[in-house]
């Protein structure tokens, strides 16, 4: 016995049914922060180990102090600003580079030819 041929309109409607699906998925994900705010406001303050490529609560703060009196400390300001936006990245790509490089194991040093 072999399986039922679909009509080409059953297969459209199939379609549109999983495309449905995938959108509401989609609504449920980007929602899902605007039901929960404690739980977003939670992680800000959660260990870095638990969230990677987040910055900590002091770094935060900073970024908020400097973003609101960067103005009076005028290019200082800026500079400290882009310093803590950037350290994210730096430290990030670091880390990556330290995993792929290995340190060298110590060689002793050359004996001296007599």
Do not use: C, I, N, W
């Amino acid at each position: 016995m072999s399986p039922r041929r679909r009509t080409p309109l059953e297969m459209r409607k199939e379609l549109v049914r999983l495309r449905m699906e995938m959108q509401r998925q989609q609504l449920d994900y980007h929602a899902e922060p605007l039901r929960h705010p404690l739980r977003q406001f939670g992680q800000l303050f959660a260990p870095s180990r638990a969230r990677p490529g987040k910055g900590t609560p002091l770094a935060v703060g900073g970024a908020l102090l400097l973003s609101l009196f960067g103005k009076r400390l005028g290019r200082l300001g800026k500079l400290a600003l882009f310093a803590l936006e950037a350290y994210p990245l730096v430290s990030a790509g670091l880390r990556h580079y330290r995993e792929s490089h290995p340190p060298k194991p110590p060689q002793a040093p050359p004996r001296p030819q007599a």
